[in-house]
């Protein structure tokens, strides 16, 4: 997510910081993917003060005017977690983070823009605690449909990475093992007052396939753009479950309990 849209981003922060005000979770670990500066910054210092902060940050958002950011948020937490690139785990794959390590994964707006959510959810999978919570929230396929009957030689579109919508998602919670998943989805309208301003945030979203610089401005372009934004959670519960093969789960004999009986005298 670049600069032009970060307003965006902090905007869905607060609303998923809103919709965890019913769930309870201790939480002693965090990943935040991607970490960012906001006003959200408030809202998480007052909601976990104690706990460890990991952050994967993109490239634009030097390290230390976000742990600045986050000082000032009150946040006393703030040298407990580890701090990586976004764009290394896009590299490989793989957080920086043992198995079992966190307990809450916050994601704000990153799943549109991977090839293939699945390995994300699996390395979600591989952090999160026992009973632990993922969240998150991504653009669904409707985001900019009022550009797509404007393209031309020079307004050429992209489709998001992902085109999962919310029902997608939760078949893809469930295959990654993840319990009760929850997804719903809501229509942000933006209205423009200028070509410029809507271009420059559909290029901010991915949605171009020239800089928004390179394309002239014309009257044809409308003076609004609708973002569908997806949101849900799921619970990482029965980690010591062997993964279902052919719908059949396997399970570790040393996990069977045995019920012994005293017969009565």
């Known amino acids: 997510m670049t600069q032009p849209i970060r307003w965006l981003q902090d905007e869905i922060a607060d609303r998923m910081l809103q919709k965890l005000d019913i769930v309870k979770l201790d939480v002693k670990d965090i990943l935040i993917a991607p970490d960012f500066i906001g006003r959200h910054l408030k809202s998480f210092a007052k909601r976990y003060p104690h706990a460890n902060i990991h952050s994967l940050t993109e490239e634009n958002i030097p390290r230390f005017d976000l742990k600045y950011a986050k000082a000032m948020a009150n946040w006393r937490a703030i040298f407990g977690g580890s701090t990586n690139a976004l764009s290394t785990y896009l590299s490989i794959g793989k957080f920086d983070l043992p198995d079992n390590s966190v307990d809450l994964v916050f994601s704000d707006l990153l799943m549109q823009d991977l090839v ?150």
Request: glycine share 6%; charged share 30%; aromatic share 8%.
């Open 116 to 265: 293939d959510p699945r390995h994300f959810l699996q390395e979600c999978w591989r952090v999160l605690r026992e009973g632990g919570l993922i969240t998150f929230s991504y653009l669904g396929p409707d985001t900019g449909k009022e550009l797509r009957g404007l393209q031309t030689n020079a307004l050429q579109l992209k489709s998001l990475l992902n085109p999962w919508d919310m029902h997608d998602m939760g078949d893809a919670l469930m295959a990654e093992r993840f319990s009760d998943p929850v997804t719903d989805m809501e229509f942000v309208h933006l209205d423009y007052e200028t070509d410029a301003l809507l271009l420059a945030d559909a290029d901010a979203l991915k949605l171009l396939q020239l800089a928004a610089k390179e394309i002239p401005e014309k009257d044809l372009l409308p003076k609004k753009m609708t973002l569908e934004v997806v949101y849900g959670h799921a619970w990482a519960i029965g980690k010591h479950l062997a993964k279902p093969q052919d719908n059949i789960a396997y399970i570790d004999v040393n996990q069977i309990g045995r019920k012994t009986r005293r017969d009565s005298a």
